[in-house]
């Protein structure tokens, strides 16, 4: 999950309780500092107030991070120089998922009787069926074809 261009979070969303990677590339970077701290808190008073110190990596300045069971985190980014980045005073602020969402339902998922799906599926055949040739015998009759009804009715008095 790509917040800015600058900060990568592993993972679509954030879960509480799981760990989770973030990197940062910012521009506090650009003066190749010694040390970065991610500067955390949880709601809007910033509760658990924590500085994590990340690590150089390839991409950038990187640390594992376990998101507490809240709705979202608030941070910013100190140099060890002491300059800070805060979004321009806005903090960053990410949304934390309580739990982590499943797609099915396991408890529920009950497959459907197969005779009857047999039977919707010869149901459904024969209305298209029924459909398509009224369809065309509307066609007929607008187009003025007469000829195909006589031929009809001089086939059915040859099979009787």
């Not at 600058?6 to 910012?26: E, K, M, P, Q």
């Not at 709601?43 to 376990?66: H, T």
């Not at 002491?82 to 998922?97: A, E, H, L, M």
Request: net charge positive; aromatic share 12%; with cysteine.
């Amino acid at each position: 999950m790509n917040l800015t261009e600058s900060i990568y979070f592993d993972g679509d969303t954030l879960i509480a309780g799981r760990a989770s990677r973030i990197i940062y590339n910012g521009f506090l970077c650009e003066s190749n500092p010694q040390e970065i701290y991610m500067h955390c808190g949880y709601g809007l008073l910033w509760e658990g107030l924590q500085e994590i110190k990340l690590l150089k990596g390839v991409s950038g300045y990187e640390a594992d991070i376990n998101f507490v069971n809240a709705d979202n985190v608030f941070f910013c980014f100190r140099s060890s120089d002491g300059k800070w980045d805060n979004n321009n005073g806005k903090n960053y602020i990410v949304p934390v998922n309580k739990r982590e969402l499943s797609l099915v339902k396991r408890d529920d998922h009950v497959l459907p009787d197969v005779p009857k799906l047999k039977k919707v599926y010869y149901i459904r055949k024969k209305i298209k069926v029924a459909f398509f040739r009224t369809i065309s015998l509307i066609a007929r009759l607008l187009s003025g074809n007469i000829d195909y009804f006589r031929r009809k009715k001089e086939r059915k008095g040859s099979i009787k």
